[in-house]
């Protein structure tokens, strides 16, 4: 599932040919995907511009004229593609993307399931094989007692972030620290890959009780987890399976990994020497170095 950094990344790609731009027609094919499409959804999106996108933890948050927030999971293989004018083969901001000559028309695909036409000519199509992802539709002034909303915690990226933040949620829970950071409730947007990530960093054990870990350790760990997830924002997330861009392009984080998805492998610190382990947490995967995390 696309984490935080492809969401910021898709997100991203998907402001520069949507702010400020009016959505002239919406093409539904199906009723719905993981949910049922919001009622009359084209009806309420139609002719309308679109203000500003932002994001809080995965969700994609368009920010629709008349006082409307459009909700955008990506679920597991859900992906926007950015088809501009055949006129204009490339899209401003940067990421581009040119249709080739004598390419179908953007949107017949079989999994292509939603598309919107601004009215500047650009076609943006929404394609999920899994359909595991979704769209909502809310007042602006609901949107934090939206039921996929309202019990998100600190964005890991924001000020409200912190070791105080850590050391209060965890000062209490015997339940391990990897578990923990993958409470949505305690921080939002962390998942499995950079939780792994951050936690290898900052040499603390997987399997440690939450509450175990010293003020010291946690700060320690909200820089680890800042640094990881800016590298991969920076980098344009990681492709794994059905993930990309908006434009399509791919992601490279994946190839900085230093412990996730390297099972047997050395471990990338100096003088370690020591082999890289998988247990299952939660019915997760979770990869750590046994003798450099404690």
């Known amino acids: 599932m696309p984490e935080l950094p492809e969401v910021e990344t898709v997100r991203r790609g998907l402001a520069p040919v949507l702010e400020g731009k009016r959505i ?3 093409t539904q ?7 049922p499409f919001p009622d009359r959804l084209a009806e309420r999106l139609e002719g309308r511009k679109v203000l500003r996108l932002t994001r809080r933890a995965k969700y ?6 008349g006082g409307e927030v459009l909700i955008v999971h ?5 992906r926007f593609t950015i088809h501009p004018p055949l006129k204009s083969p490339k899209r401003p901001g940067l990421f581009h993307y040119a249709v080739p000559d ?10 292509d399931h939603i598309m919107w036409d601004m009215a500047d000519g650009t076609r943006i199509v929404y394609c999920d094989h899994r359909r595991f992802g979704f769209m909502d539709l809310v007042g602006e002034g609901a949107l934090d007692e939206n039921k996929h909303l ?8 924001g000020n409200a972030f912190s070791a105080a933040t850590l050391i209060e949620n965890f000062k209490t829970r015997k339940t391990p620290v990897k578990s923990a950071l993958l409470d949505q409730s305690t921080v939002a947007g962390l ?3 950079y939780v792994c990530e951050a936690l290898f960093r900052s040499g603390i054990g997987p399997e440690r009780a939450a509450a175990s870990l010293t003020p010291a350790r946690l700060e320690r760990l909200t820089a680890t987890i800042r640094d990881v997830l800016s590298e991969a924002i920076e980098a344009g997330g990681s492709t794994l399976r059905d993930y990309a861009q908006a434009d399509g392009e791919l992601g490279y984080f994946q190839h900085r990994f230093q412990v996730y998805d390297r099972e047997g492998e050395t471990c990338s610190k100096p003088k370690c020497g020591a082999r890289v382990k998988r247990i299952a947490q939660s ?3 979770t990869f750590f170095c046994p003798k450099c995390q404690k």
């Open 60 to 65: 994609i948050l368009i920010h629709i004229e």
């Open 29 to 35: 094919r199906r009723a719905g995907l993981r949910y």
């Open 24 to 26: 002239a027609r919406v």
């Open 283 to 285: 019915g997760r995967s």
């Open 191 to 193: 998942g499995n890959i």
């Open 74 to 78: 990506l679920g597991m293989s859900g």
């Open 150 to 157: 309202a019990k998100l915690g600190p964005e890991p990226l």
């Open 102 to 111: 004598g390419a179908p028309d953007a949107g017949e695909g079989k999994h």
